[in-house]
């Protein structure tokens, strides 16, 4: 157990809906990153925020976005939803910096 | 354009053996290697780094190893266990938090 939450575990909408996944970061971590991880391929870096301030942005499209709030748990915002965003989605912590990520368990998108 | 590259999708290794995974990547300013391990339904997670100061780390069963003039590095596992089947990822960091993931190889330790 990494010690980051991820909720929910799986997520089936239609095209066209907006969903909310939410993260909640390991005790003390300041930083929460979010990738996507298509069929067969690795994960893509979206976006990064440091201490409720955005830190790096990834490839994240503009109907994608996000949020840490000041108890730093993180929510990732997918509207306008198409089959490609059918994905895994993960969240994961760190200090910051140099330390490594920790990884939540990931939500399963699925969109039809 | 995949910076990051692994191109065995699959390895097949008997227990005991070494398990070797590779890794090339095409970013000169990429300063610091990882190597996550990922079973499913989980995670990744973090299984050992290094930095691009060095050429070698070493924990336990596991070494990465880092050739920084062939833009590349490998994953050592001694000796190989049926536990360690899973999807090893290699990343690499450029001066900032973020990772940038190869898409990952699939080992199978048998007995």
């Known amino acids: 157990d990494s010690g980051v939450t991820q909720t929910p575990k799986h997520l089936i909408t239609a095209t066209g809906q907006r969903v909310t996944l939410r993260c909640s970061p390991r005790s003390g971590d300041l930083s929460v990153y979010w990738y996507q991880q298509s069929l067969d391929q690795g994960l893509q870096f979206l976006i990064q925020?440091?201490?409720?301030?955005?830190?790096a942005k990834g490839n994240i499209l503009e109907r994608f976005s996000a949020q840490q709030f000041p108890d730093l748990h993180s929510e990732l915002n997918l509207s306008s939803l198409e089959l490609g965003d059918s994905a895994l989605y993960f969240c994961?912590?760190?200090?910051?910096?140099?330390?490594?990520?920790?990884f939540g368990p990931g939500t399963r998108l699925t969109v039809l | 354009d995949q910076q990051v590259k692994q191109n065995s999708p699959s390895l097949s290794v008997q227990e005991g053996r070494i398990s070797i995974l590779n890794c090339d990547y095409t970013?000169?300013?990429?300063?610091?290697f990882l190597w996550y391990k990922k079973y499913p339904a989980e995670g990744p997670t973090f299984l050992i780094s290094i930095s691009s100061i060095k050429d070698k780390n070493e924990d336990g069963r596991f070494t990465v190893f880092l050739n920084k003039s062939a833009k590349h590095l490998s994953l050592h596992i001694v000796p190989s266990q049926p536990g360690d089947s899973a999807v090893y990822f290699c990343a690499a960091k450029e001066n900032t938090d973020k990772l940038i993931f190869g898409t990952g190889t699939r080992l199978q330790v048998f007995p």
């Open positions: 925020y440091y201490n409720g301030e955005e830190r």
């Open positions: 970013n000169s300013m990429f300063d610091y």
């Open positions: 994961a912590s760190s200090l910051g910096g140099d330390f490594e990520q920790f």
